[in-house]
Nanobody, 124 residues
Framework: VQLQASGGGLVQAGGSLKLSCAASGRIFSGYAMGWFRQAPGKERDFVATITWSSSTSYADSVKGRFTISRDIAKNLAYLEMNNLQPEDTAVYYC???????????????????WGQGTLVTVSS
């Protein structure tokens, strides 16, 4: 399984970006997908996750601003980010976890597969 994240870039505060995560193979059934981010010198933090049954969960810091979604037919997952703030600046990673559970998984250690990351920079 290979994941590739894209869509990062430089945006002004208050702006929007939409990240994409392309997966090889038709793997989304039975997989939870997650987005994490890591700022320089900081730990990798949970951002959002979507279960195989399309339940979602978000970090408190992004609730109401970010939306996670997926397109099983296209093997894509998305993270739509609105009202971006400088504190959102980080490398964003998509991840996949093989599971049939309806539970949400919010720690990076729970995920099996990772994309290479895409940099999001928000200027003030």
């Amino acid at each position: 399984v290979q994941l590739q994240a894209s869509g990062g870039g430089l945006v002004q505060a208050g702006g929007s970006l939409k990240l994409s995560c392309a997966a090889s193979g038709r793997i989304f059934s039975g997989y939870a997908m997650g987005w994490f981010r890591q700022a320089p010198g900081k730990e990798r933090d949970f951002v959002a996750t979507i279960t195989w049954s399309s339940s979602t969960s978000y970090a408190d810091s992004v609730k109401g601003r970010f939306t996670i979604s997926r397109d099983i037919a296209k093997n894509l997952a998305y993270l739509e980010m609105n009202n971006l703030q400088p504190e959102d600046t980080a490398v964003y990673y998509c991840a996949a976890k093989l599971t049939s559970s309806r539970a949400t998984f919010t720690h990076w250690l729970q995920y099996n597969y990772w994309g290479q990351g895409t940099l999001v920079t928000v200027s003030s």
